[in-house]
Structure formats: structure tokens, C-alpha cells
């Protein structure tokens, strides 16, 4: 079983702030005022694709709107097309603008949603009427408890919450918390609730071991999602793997060599408070919710995903209006590295069990990619080739369902650098080989707003992709028995 420590001492900056904080009274204050916002509308956005013709054109879009929040247009997701295009989020008022100065710059663009709050209500909608659906067949066919034993109570309940709340929905973060619950209580010699710490918010970061074996010194896959809140397909497809791997437990015997050769760590949702502001207020909320003050204006959250402690803002040396440093921007990297409790508690428990975590996988969205490090350099890793390898090996596993393409590469080769990332630091601090950073679906017709009926169709060709990185894991004999290195 893994170590979960609130302090490891190998680095300085790390026993500078390796304890995380409890919510302050301010913060709890945030929160409860939050639950009264109205939630944000969309009406008239649109999703608009930019075809910048090079490199060069795509790296000065970026930057010229990049030094302000407040033009209405903003990059709707990270740069993922080897072709250099681009997808931006504009609003209704700045539509005709950014138009006119994508045709001064001779730029050929295509609108993706027309009208985003539609899609939103949509999701909203498809997700409420599934649920319905789940629990009025669930009460027609509840078993009577009472004529069960307590092992097959727990269970039914268990199968009876997930079927209702979890599998092919969008839940939210109590409801993903309490089913994890549920399988921990319901199979106690396969599953346990572990917390890392807690969120700006004071909520607890859990996830879930999973193991057949009681043997305590096996080596460990570590996955997360969520990191970014609006990429709702990560944390259901994270419930997807967690469910497999239970429900296979017994008979199917590939899931059976997994969980008795290796610790399987799942965190659904890596920034609860993000992923319920998400839910409650603005569906495209990306960021954590810590309060930071910027030049007498209160902003809120930082890119979780840009907060580690690994070339941190290393591309802001010499550009002090890049994007990591505008506070109120989607992309703000934090006033330093971890300064966030969720990065430094994901950074302390896999830092103190570095030794037995052989593979670290984020999961994310979208555009279909095997990001692999580094992200802060077009340089690769010097085992670059292992790790293309098992992404090549994993994308034709997961094609081969459904025929869903993915791309292989790093940051930089697909378009440019983005620095403090949790995949770059599981390799370059902690140094775990493997470190990986999937984008699911899709390639930008819904974007974030997948619609709930490809929760399983992802779900499962992201199984699939995860199954044949571990059987290639496996093949690397270093981390065993130190040859071949």
C-alpha cells in the first residue's frame, strides 16, 4: 500500500510549503457566497476554429490576444493540431471584431457552435432525463434487502447508486465521493478510500486503491483527472476505469493479472472546488478557486496544470505580459510554484511514494492526443522512444474500438511549450518514466461539452488504450530488476 505523508523532505522548496493549509474562514465565505451567483449564460457565444497557414501565424494570434482578458475573445482550448489550429471562445459582442481581423490577417476560420448555451442547456438536459431514466428502472427493480446477506446489500447498493448517479452522467463531486464510498465498503478486500489533503475549499482529495493482492510491495499506476474543472469526460472516464477494474475483478482474466500484479490509484477529480463551480455557476470554469488579488482587482483560481514546481513560468522570463502571469486569465500559473493546496498534496503523495508509482497518467480534454514530455522544451526525453512506443501501442488498442484517432507527441512538436505541468514534473522531479498526459474526446464539435452519450464509447476505448500501456509496462524490465536501463 502506498505512503500517504503530509510532508516529504526532498527538496527545499518542497519543505517550504509541503504542508497543506486548512480553508480559512475567508475562503469558506467565498464559497457559501458562490451558491448564490447566477450561473453564467452563454447565448450567442460561439466557437470559432482559426486555419493559421504556419507556426509562426498561430504563436501571434496566441500572443496578441493574450494581453488582455477582457477582449471577449479567449483561446477555448490548448493548441492541439499538428495542422497549427486554433479554437477560440468568442462572445456575441466581440464576434464581428475578431472576424474582421482574422480576414485582415487573411485567415481562414469555420464556426464550430454556433451557439454555445444551447449545447450547455443540452448536456444539462440529456444528463437529467438518463438519470430519470436509471432511477425509476432501479425502483422497479430494487431487491428486497432484507432477503439478502449484508455482503450482497452493499453491493446492490453500490450497483444500484453507480447505474443511477455515476455511468453515462456527468455527477458531480459529492455524488463521485460518496459512490467511491460505497465501493470501498462494498468490496473491502479489493478497494480503499485514500486522501492526499484537502482543496482551497477544505474539501477532502480522495481517490481510490485498488489491488487483488495483499501483497504491500508491488509497484503502482497512478491516474488522475480533472485537474482542469470544465473537462467533465476526464472524471467520468476516471469512474469508467475504477468501475472496470471492480466489476473484472473476479472474472476477466486481464483485469485479474492488473490487479494482482499492480496497486491501481484513481483520483477522479484532482480540483473539486473548480469542477462544482463548474456545475453550479459557469460551466467552462478551468482554474482552481483560490482568491488572488492582481493590481487592485480580486481574481479567482489558477491553472493547476501550470503550478508545478518544474520549470515553473520558465516561458515568462523575458515577456512579463505572457499568459501564466495574468491573474484573472484562463492560463495563470499561480504567484508561485504550488500555491495551490491541490498541487502541493498531489506533489507530496506521489513524491513519497515515488519508488513504487511506475506509471503516472493524466487524463484531460480534448483533441484526441498521447502528449508526452517535455512540454517546457521542443527537446525530447531521452527515453522518448519507450514511452512513443507505448502511446503507438495504446492508440491502436483504442482505435480499434470505435475508430477513434489519436495524435502522439510532445507539447512542442505539436504546436509550442507549456510549462508546470503535473506530467512534465512526475518525470523531470519524481522521476517516474512513464508520465503521460491523455486528451480524450473529441476533436472540437462539442469540445467540453460532450455530449453524456460518449461517456462510454470513451470510457472504454480509453480502458482499452490504459490495459496496453500497462502490458507495455510490464515488458520494461529496468524498474524491476535494474537492467536495461
Request: glycine share 6%.
Given at each position: 500500500?502506498?505512503?500517504?505523508?503530509?510532508?516529504?523532505?526532498?527538496?527545499?522548496?518542497?519543505?517550504?510549503?509541503?504542508?497543506?493549509?486548512?480553508?480559512?474562514?475567508?475562503?469558506?465565505?467565498?464559497?457559501?457566497?458562490?451558491?448564490?451567483?447566477?450561473?453564467?449564460?452563454?447565448?450567442?457565444?460561439?466557437?470559432?476554429?482559426?486555419?493559421?497557414?504556419?507556426?509562426?501565424?498561430?504563436?501571434?494570434?496566441?500572443?496578441?490576444?493574450?494581453?488582455?482578458?477582457?477582449?471577449?475573445?479567449?483561446?477555448?482550448?490548448?493548441?492541439?493540431?499538428?495542422?497549427?489550429?486554433?479554437?477560440?471562445?468568442?462572445?456575441?459582442?466581440?464576434?464581428?471584431?475578431?472576424?474582421?481581423?482574422?480576414?485582415?490577417?487573411?485567415?481562414?476560420?469555420?464556426?464550430?457552435?454556433?451557439?454555445?448555451?444551447?449545447?450547455?442547456?443540452?448536456?444539462?438536459?440529456?444528463?437529467?432525463?438518463?438519470?430519470?431514466?436509471?432511477?425509476?428502472?432501479?425502483?422497479?427493480?430494487?431487491?428486497?434487502?432484507?432477503?439478502?446477506?449484508?455482503?450482497?446489500?452493499?453491493?446492490?447498493?453500490?450497483?444500484?447508486?453507480?447505474?443511477?448517479?455515476?455511468?453515462?452522467?456527468?455527477?458531480?463531486?459529492?455524488?463521485?465521493?460518496?459512490?467511491?464510498?460505497?465501493?470501498?465498503?462494498?468490496?473491502?478486500?479489493?478497494?480503499?478510500?485514500?486522501?492526499?489533503?484537502?482543496?482551497?475549499?477544505?474539501?477532502?482529495?480522495?481517490?481510490?486503491?485498488?489491488?487483488?493482492?495483499?501483497?504491500?510491495?508491488?509497484?503502482?499506476?497512478?491516474?488522475?483527472?480533472?485537474?482542469?474543472?470544465?473537462?467533465?469526460?476526464?472524471?467520468?472516464?476516471?469512474?469508467?476505469?475504477?468501475?472496470?477494474?471492480?466489476?473484472?475483478?473476479?472474472?476477466?482474466?486481464?483485469?485479474?493479472?492488473?490487479?494482482?500484479?499492480?496497486?491501481?490509484?484513481?483520483?477522479?477529480?484532482?480540483?473539486?472546488?473548480?469542477?462544482?463551480?463548474?456545475h453550479t455557476t459557469d460551466r467552462l470554469w478551468r482554474k482552481t478557486r483560490?482568491?488572488?488579488?492582481?493590481?487592485?482587482?480580486?481574481?479567482?483560481?489558477?491553472?493547476?496544470?501550470?503550478?508545478?514546481?518544474?520549470?515553473?513560468?520558465?516561458?515568462?522570463?523575458?515577456?512579463?505580459?505572457?499568459?501564466?502571469?495574468?491573474?484573472?486569465?484562463?492560463?495563470?500559473?499561480g504567484s508561485r510554484p504550488l500555491s495551490e493546496p491541490e498541487t502541493i498534496?498531489?506533489?507530496?503523495?506521489?513524491?513519497?511514494n515515488r519508488n513504487r508509482i511506475k506509471m503516472y497518467l493524466s487524463l484531460?480534454?480534448?483533441?484526441?492526443?498521447?502528449?508526452?514530455?517535455?512540454?517546457?522544451?521542443?527537446?525530447?526525453?531521452?527515453?522518448?522512444?519507450?514511452?512513443?512506443?507505448?502511446?503507438?501501442?495504446?492508440?491502436?488498442?483504442?482505435?480499434?474500438?470505435?475508430?477513434?484517432?489519436?495524435?502522439?507527441?510532445?507539447?512542442?512538436?505539436?504546436?509550442?511549450?507549456?510549462?508546470?505541468?503535473?506530467?512534465?514534473?512526475?518525470?523531470?522531479?519524481?522521476?517516474?518514466?512513464?508520465?503521460?498526459?491523455?486528451?480524450?474526446?473529441?476533436?472540437?464539435?462539442?469540445?467540453?461539452?460532450?455530449?453524456?452519450?460518449?461517456?462510454?464509447?470513451?470510457?472504454?476505448?480509453?480502458?482499452?488504450?490504459?490495459?496496453?500501456?500497462?502490458?507495455?509496462?510490464?515488458?520494461?524490465?529496468?524498474?524491476?530488476?535494474?537492467?536495461?536501463?
Amino acid at each position: 500500500m502506498l505512503v500517504c505523508r503530509s510532508c516529504v523532505h526532498l527538496s527545499a522548496v518542497l519543505l517550504l510549503t509541503c504542508c497543506w493549509s486548512e480553508p480559512t474562514s475567508s475562503s469558506q465565505a467565498i464559497r457559501e457566497s458562490e451558491e448564490d451567483l447566477e450561473p453564467v449564460d452563454y447565448s450567442g457565444y460561439q466557437v470559432i476554429r482559426v486555419h493559421p497557414g504556419t507556426r509562426q501565424e498561430s504563436l501571434s494570434l496566441i500572443r496578441y490576444y493574450s494581453e488582455t482578458t477582457d477582449a471577449g475573445v479567449t483561446l477555448w482550448t490548448e493548441p492541439g493540431k499538428l495542422d497549427h489550429s486554433l479554437d477560440f471562445l468568442v462572445s456575441k459582442k466581440a464576434r464581428r471584431a475578431f472576424q474582421l481581423l482574422l480576414s485582415r490577417r487573411r485567415l481562414s476560420f469555420e464556426v464550430l457552435i454556433n451557439d454555445l448555451q444551447r449545447l450547455v442547456d443540452e448536456q444539462r438536459e440529456e444528463s437529467y432525463k438518463c438519470r430519470r431514466r436509471e432511477e425509476e428502472r432501479i425502483a422497479r427493480n430494487r431487491p428486497r434487502f432484507s432477503q439478502s446477506r449484508p455482503g450482497d446489500r452493499a453491493e446492490s447498493i453500490e450497483r444500484d447508486f453507480y447505474n443511477s448517479k455515476i455511468a453515462n452522467q456527468y455527477a458531480n463531486y459529492t455524488e463521485i465521493s460518496n459512490w467511491l464510498k460505497l465501493v470501498a465498503r462494498a468490496y473491502p478486500d479489493t478497494s480503499k478510500i485514500f486522501e492526499i489533503g484537502r482543496s482551497y475549499y477544505g474539501q477532502p482529495l480522495t481517490g481510490i486503491r485498488i489491488t487483488n493482492s495483499r501483497n504491500r510491495r508491488k509497484p503502482a499506476v497512478f491516474i488522475d483527472a480533472g485537474i482542469h474543472a470544465r473537462e467533465w469526460i476526464a472524471h467520468a472516464t476516471a469512474n469508467y476505469i475504477i468501475n472496470a477494474l471492480i466489476t473484472g475483478r473476479h472474472d476477466d482474466l486481464v483485469i485479474r493479472g492488473l490487479l494482482e500484479e499492480f496497486e491501481w490509484y484513481i483520483m477522479p477529480s484532482i480540483n473539486p472546488d473548480g469542477y462544482d463551480y463548474s456545475h453550479t455557476t459557469d460551466r467552462l470554469w478551468r482554474k482552481t478557486r483560490s482568491r488572488v488579488q492582481s493590481h487592485r482587482r480580486t481574481c479567482f483560481g489558477v491553472d493547476a496544470n501550470r503550478n508545478f514546481d518544474f520549470h515553473w513560468q520558465s516561458e515568462c522570463e523575458f515577456n512579463p505580459r505572457c499568459r501564466g502571469r495574468l491573474a484573472c486569465g484562463d492560463v495563470f500559473s499561480g504567484s508561485r510554484p504550488l500555491s495551490e493546496p491541490e498541487t502541493i498534496a498531489l506533489t507530496n503523495f506521489i513524491l513519497a511514494n515515488r519508488n513504487r508509482i511506475k506509471m503516472y497518467l493524466s487524463l484531460h480534454s480534448y483533441s484526441q492526443l498521447f502528449l508526452l514530455p517535455w512540454g517546457y522544451t521542443t527537446e525530447h526525453s531521452s527515453d522518448y522512444d519507450d514511452l512513443k512506443n507505448m502511446s503507438e501501442k495504446a492508440a491502436t488498442a483504442l482505435t480499434r474500438l470505435y475508430d477513434t484517432n489519436y495524435s502522439i507527441g510532445t507539447p512542442g512538436e505539436i504546436l509550442y511549450q507549456a510549462t508546470g505541468g503535473s506530467f512534465d514534473w512526475a518525470k523531470g522531479v519524481a522521476g517516474i518514466k512513464y508520465s503521460i498526459t491523455m486528451e480524450l474526446r473529441d476533436t472540437g464539435s462539442y469540445g467540453f461539452l460532450l455530449p453524456a452519450q460518449q461517456i462510454e464509447p470513451t470510457g472504454k476505448e480509453t480502458w482499452a488504450a490504459v490495459k496496453e500501456m500497462v502490458k507495455e509496462l510490464k515488458k520494461d524490465t529496468c524498474w524491476m530488476t535494474r537492467t536495461n536501463c
